[in-house]
């Protein structure tokens, strides 16, 4: 049996007469960029979320760029956030001139320690960056609650989180602003990248809707910020609204197969994820840890069963960013969880014996 880790083709399959239809109507209107359809899902994606503004972007990457723009956030100051993390998170803090403090990941949910923000906070911070990894938020109300305590904002990387909530409160509510990614392989995945901004604060809506069309004021031609290009095409929009109408009934179905998991996997053999009290979880992934990870991965390759690594280095060992750290051994548990984490699959096409024979295997790794 083969068991995909990701099927981006089996999502069109399912919709193809639909997205067959939009797409053809999106290339023969000659309205490609900002039309009606990009304009529809920045009303529906808000709406779900609970925001009064989405602002829609060429890629998550732009998102968070341009969150940090509108932020204000430059040369001199220092954003909070974690080393185990895609690239994107800290890569944006330090195009701006920013510097990244990478704070220690609790060993439960892989995302920021609450309890160890105040330690790096300085003169110099401005902002808290928490990243709601996998499908959960991260300790949000901690977060806020120190975030008030000493004037820092908070810009949400969630990137993986559309759809998750704390007690029914959306990722995006609880900072100035909030970045959403479109890419293909998330639980609401373009045909390509897109990525959106939501956030509840009129003014910061106005300078992201700036800044992604080269940073042109309310009237034509008429420049007030550095800018860039970064709209979020036609095409791209109507795909995701077609696919925005399964996308509760994908992420039910990723919430059973993390279930069934949850049920089946021996947690004496392989360390489990675990939900925050309060959060849902959309399961964009079910990451497992074990110290033979990376035997368990070949082994499950035998098999037939993808896996993924997320993330194998953490960003404080990569060149561009180690001065941002303090080398080896800084950040041990970020470094320990980074040597054991694997995540299998849980996507929305597979089927329940599909799951039962992942089982069945990582189990087999272990009692052979």
Request: with cysteine.
């Amino acid at each position: 049996m083969r068991i995909p880790f990701y099927d981006i083709k089996a999502q069109y399959t399912e919709l193809a007469t639909q997205i067959d239809t939009v797409v053809h109507e999106v290339v023969s209107s000659g309205n490609y960029m900002l039309g009606p359809h990009h304009n529809a899902l920045e009303t529906e994606i808000a709406a779900l979320h609970g925001v009064k503004h989405a602002i829609g972007l060429n890629s998550g990457t732009d998102a968070l760029r341009i969150m940090l723009d509108a932020s204000q956030i430059g040369h001199g100051d220092e954003v909070i956030t974690t080393a185990f993390t895609f690239v994107a998170s800290a890569e944006t803090i330090v195009q701006t001139g920013a510097t990244p403090v990478f704070v220690e990941i609790d060993p439960d949910t892989f995302m920021i320690d609450p309890a160890r923000i105040e330690a790096a906070i300085t003169p110099r911070t401005k902002a808290i960056m928490p990243i709601h990894l996998f499908g959960q938020l991260s300790h949000i109300l901690t977060i806020q609650e120190i975030a008030t305590k000493h004037g820092l904002l908070i810009l949400e990387d969630a990137a993986q989180a559309i759809g998750s909530h704390h007690h029914g409160v959306y990722a995006g509510k609880f900072g100035i602003s909030s970045a959403l990614s479109f890419y293909v392989t998330k639980n609401l995945g373009a045909a390509g990248d897109a990525g959106m901004i939501l956030t509840d604060d009129d003014e910061i809506a106005y300078l992201c809707k700036s800044i992604r069309i080269h940073g042109m004021g309310r009237e034509r031609y008429f420049y007030d910020h550095i800018g860039y290009t970064s709209r979020l095409d036609e095409v791209q929009a109507a795909i995701l609204r077609v696919k925005l109408t399964k996308m509760l009934e994908w992420n039910e179905k990723r919430v059973a197969h993390a279930s069934l998991y949850l049920e089946e996997l021996d947690c004496n053999l392989v360390r489990l994820p675990k939900t925050l009290l309060g959060n849902n979880h959309t399961w964009h992934q079910f990451t497992i840890q074990t110290p033979r990870r990376d035997e368990l991965k070949a082994y499950l390759a035998e098999k037939g069963v993808d896996s993924m690594i997320y993330y194998p280095v953490p960003l404080h060992f990569h060149k561009p960013y180690a001065e941002y750290g303090n080398g080896p051994g800084s950040l041990p548990i970020t470094e320990k969880v980074s040597k054991e984490v694997l995540s299998l699959p849980v996507h929305q096409h597979l089927q329940p014996e599909q799951i039962q024979y992942v089982i069945e295997q990582v189990h087999g790794f272990f009692r052979a």
